[in-house]
């Protein structure tokens, strides 16, 4: 949620980066704003975790997808939000339903060990 000094208020709906600049993508909710108004950004706690655990989803899925499918898969895309995740990749053809439920499995088998997550800040290799 987004507050404004002028009162009015906002709904983040994504936050992307351009050269270096994080630009929030917002729905007004309500009131106006104005340039020069001081805004203040509140994330909510469950939001937050939802998106991590389909960030981190993305992850798994493209492991599973590289050992089920071979090396050759790639991330092409992909959406993480709060309710739901889109993970596009490359491969020469559509999946089998066996090879479906064993990428499911996969993932399915790491979740379920319940392993930490660690948050690293990493430069470009």
Known sequence: TVMGTSGATAEILDCTKTNDIFLHHVRVVSGTFKV????????????????????????????ALRKVLGAHVTQAGSLV?????????????????????????LVNEEISKGADVESKVMGHK
């Open 36 to 63: 020069g108004d001081k805004v203040t950004l509140q994330v909510v706690d469950s939001k937050r975790r939802s998106t991590a655990n389909n960030h981190s989803a993305t992850h798994l899925l493209h492991s």
């Open 81 to 105: 939000d709060p309710e739901r995740l889109r993970f596009d990749f490359t491969h020469n053809r559509p999946l089998s339903p066996t090879e479906v439920q064993q990428i499911e499995e």
